[in-house]
């Protein structure tokens, strides 16, 4: 045998050496080609990736919840709809449901199941699909990095460093922090992220309330929020939800019965409810702390020295508004004006050509006609127009145009046909309303209501509006002779007409709108329980406009106040907020209280940022407040606002004073108990729409019925504590009677006395 036979036959062997061998290279190349690949993404050389501080305080937009003193949820703030919760608060069967339809061996792989892997592999290979092969971790991973608009070989890295993502996770986090973070990070539609909001969204309840149907039809839903919704495509949202029962069951999750017995149930959306900031209660008040908290924002930093921002930094805002009071003073105003004064309204203008405008013939249509134009160029729609560049003739014809509208009615939104200008013209009938309740020692507002809809009614009438406040401006001048030791509530004074020198010599001289007692001796008690205006004027003669403005001033008004004498009869134009804040000065012994809407502001993670105290300072001594109290109780026991007694049967110490304006355009009630102080506005959005009757435009009529019905409601529930027991008194002895016949008496008997006297 040649030595080319031997050759020949080792040829093969060696062939199939060098098969491996380049078979192992090729394996090691692509093995370290692969493990480059993987070290370059953690090294972060296609791009950065998650940190360990990234990935334990993950940035998602978590809405900032604003919660009331007595624990209930009155709103949000923010760009999505989110708000964390713990793995505790989740229901058993949301678990069940969800691990069921998206990862069964979730509690065994560490982020990566190669079991889906390959079977995703083979069905790529073989074109019969059988599902996805990402894990829970995973698919945290890209809610928490979302990926954004990405070329297709940018979409397959991102996959891997998703895959790298998922076992830091795993690493970083126990399972059920992982499935709790999951389920506050994913998108279930509708406004909705994160299960909390989509619980409350869509059934109205809490996680750890979901029962085995709503569990199964939100773990279906976060694979297609929009395919799957029940609101929008709500057969498809049936089949997701009993796939998801039918892998309950395959899992024995549940049994066959349950099975059986659910899928046959409706979806149960009945409570479905789109949470926006223009729905819910205390609308005007999310919408004023929504200011305050953006100004706090600018000045308090995260620890990364970033400031706050309160639509994604998930803060918790605590406030003083008690629910429940709220609720009652929200009905309060709807009732009176649903019920009771528009429809008067209607009916006090019902046939006349220009209502509910109330001018000279002579002058009606081109005051009207000024009116609708100011109120054309302060609208939305103007604004729009304007900056597209639309001349003036066409937006006029814009407004002269029918189209589909929704408009607010107090028997429900109407849908409707009508141009934007009769929309105009039917909004001014409707009269508007502002009510603010603050607790006296504490300074905390218990209530607040900017207005009758927030929906269709922007405007706040409590902190943003001022209208002229009438009598109710009268003790703080009374507030002034209570000081001097010459007067007391039973100082008598001619009810007579008084006239008060001007700077340039003239004389101001004010009428008075009663015609009780002209030319007897009246009291101070008595004055301004029955808001006379010669009494005020004889005081502001003795006491200066500048005198009063400084009173004011002390007691919280920061208005505003021309230092002229007929601010005694109330024209100045002040806010609510100012003046309630005022008047619980005398339930808080002389001491102004700063009224107070937040006690407290938190993190995401509860850590206590600001606390929140209201400033004081006093106004006036004790004795001063009380003796104005005793004024002040005069007006609900014989004056103004007595029918709290004959028609509302108040029998409980109430001071408190009423207000009515020039025309009747504006009526009020500032109501004083011992533990809480309200104040009441009514009127409508021009001045010049009122009752043309001061018996139906009076603030006996407007105001003092909203504050009746609120605190019949507060009075009727024990659990909120309120007293309707005695103001306290001075803690020194006064030596003052506040009971005016009994003190005449008594002046009576002592002239007998020293008449007798005199005659022996």
Not at 354 to 362: G, K, R, S
Request: charged share 25%; glycine share 8%.
């Amino acid at each position: 045998m040649n030595s080319d036979d031997s050759i020949k036959k080792t040829d093969p062997k060696k062939k199939f050496f060098n098969y491996i061998l380049k078979l192992w290279l090729l394996w090691t190349v692509m093995l370290a080609l692969v493990i480059i690949f993987f070290y370059g993404i953690i090294s972060e050389w296609y791009g950065p990736m998650p940190t360990f501080e990234e990935l334990e305080n993950p940035k998602s937009n978590l809405a900032s919840e604003v919660y009331s003193s007595d624990g209930v949820l009155l709103g949000k703030y923010f760009i999505e709809n989110r708000s964390n919760i713990s793995y505790r608060h989740i229901s058993p069967n949301l678990i069940n449901a969800l691990l069921a339809i998206e990862d069964i061996r979730f509690e065994e792989h560490s982020g990566i199941d190669e079991r889906a892997l390959m079977r995703v592999l083979y069905g790529v290979l073989t074109g019969n699909h059988k599902g996805g092969g990402s894990t829970l971790t995973q698919q945290l991973a890209k809610n928490l990095f979302p990926r954004g608009r990405l070329s297709k070989p940018q979409l397959v890295l991102r996959k891997f460093q998703e895959w790298i993502t998922a076992l830091k996770l795993e690493r970083y986090y126990s399972k059920e922090e992982i499935i709790a973070m999951y389920l506050n990070t994913v998108a279930f539609g509708h406004n909705s992220y994160g299960i909390k909001s989509a619980s409350a969204t869509f059934f109205d309840c809490s996680p750890d309330s979901l029962n085995v149907q709503q569990a199964a039809l939100m773990a279906g839903v976060v694979n297609a929020p929009t395919r799957y919704s029940p609101i929008s495509n709500p057969d498809r949202s049936l089949s997701r939800r009993n796939l998801v029962l039918s892998q309950m069951y395959k899992y024995n999750y549940i049994s066959k019965d349950v099975f059986d017995s659910i899928k046959q149930l409706p979806l149960g959306v009945s409570k479905y409810t789109m949470r926006d900031h223009n729905q819910g209660l205390a609308t005007y008040v999310r919408e004023y702390l929504r200011g305050q908290l953006k100004i706090w924002c600018k000045t308090h930093y995260k620890p990364d020295g970033s400031p706050y921002n309160i639509y994604k930094d998930g803060l918790k805002i605590y406030t003083t508004i008690d629910s429940r009071m709220q609720r009652y003073a929200e009905e309060a105003v709807r009732e009176h004006l649903s019920l009771d004064l528009q429809p008067a309204f209607y009916t006090h203008w019902e046939g006349y050509t220009h209502a509910p405008f109330d001018f000279e013939e002579d002058e009606a249509e081109e005051a009207v006609e000024k009116i609708m134009l100011q109120s054309i160029k302060r609208s939305e729609r103007y604004r729009l127009l304007r900056l597209a560049g639309t001349p003036m003739d066409s937006i006029l014809l814009s407004f002269n145009t029918p189209r589909e509208m929704r408009v607010f009615s107090w028997q429900g939104n109407i849908d409707t046909m009508m141009t934007p200008l009769d929309s105009i013209r039917y909004y001014k009938y409707i009269l508007q309303a502002g009510l603010l309740s603050m607790e006296s020692r504490t300074g905390y507002v218990r209530a607040m209501v900017g207005g009758i809809d927030y929906q269709y009614f922007k405007f706040d009438h409590v902190v943003q509006g001022k209208r002229q406040v009438g009598s109710t401006f009268k003790p703080f001048l009374y507030t002034l002779a209570m000081q001097e030791g010459e007067y007391s509530p039973c100082y008598k004074v001619s009810n007579i007409s008084y006239s008060v020198e001007l700077f340039d010599g003239t004389y101001w001289t004010p009428r008075n709108s009663g015609k009780d007692r002209i030319g007897e001796e009246v009291t101070l008690k008595w004055a301004l329980a029955n808001s006379n205006n010669w009494i005020s004027a004889y005081l502001i003669g003795r006491f200066s406009p500048q005198s009063v403005r400084q009173m004011a001033r002390k007691m919280g008004v920061k208005s505003d106040i021309p230092a002229v004498p007929s601010i005694a009869l109330g024209t100045p134009d002040l806010s609510l907020y100012e003046m309630v804040g005022a008047m619980n000065t005398f339930a808080n012994k002389g001491v102004y209280v700063t009224p107070t809407f937040i006690t407290k502001i938190e993190d995401k993670n509860g850590n206590l940022l600001e606390r929140f105290v209201p400033e004081k300072t006093e106004a006036m001594n004790e004795v001063t407040a009380y003796k104005m109290l005793k004024l002040m109780e005069g007006v609900v026991e014989s004056g103004t606002g007595i029918r709290l007694r004959y028609k509302y049967g108040f029998n409980n110490p109430i001071a408190g004073k009423t207000g009515t304006t020039q025309n009747q355009s504006d009526g009020w009630f500032m109501g004083i108990t011992p533990d809480i102080t309200t104040g009441i506005w009514v009127g409508a959005e021009d001045r010049s729409i009122h009752f043309r009757t001061i018996g139906l435009g009076q603030g006996a009529n407007m105001a003092l019925p909203i504050w009746a019905l609120y605190m019949k409601k507060v009075y009727s529930d024990p659990s909120l504590g309120i007293s309707q027991g005695e103001f306290d008194k001075p803690l020194r002895d006064v030596m003052i009677e506040f009971d005016c016949e009994k003190y005449d008496r008594e002046h009576q008997n002592n002239s007998m006395d020293l008449q007798e006297g005199d005659e022996v």
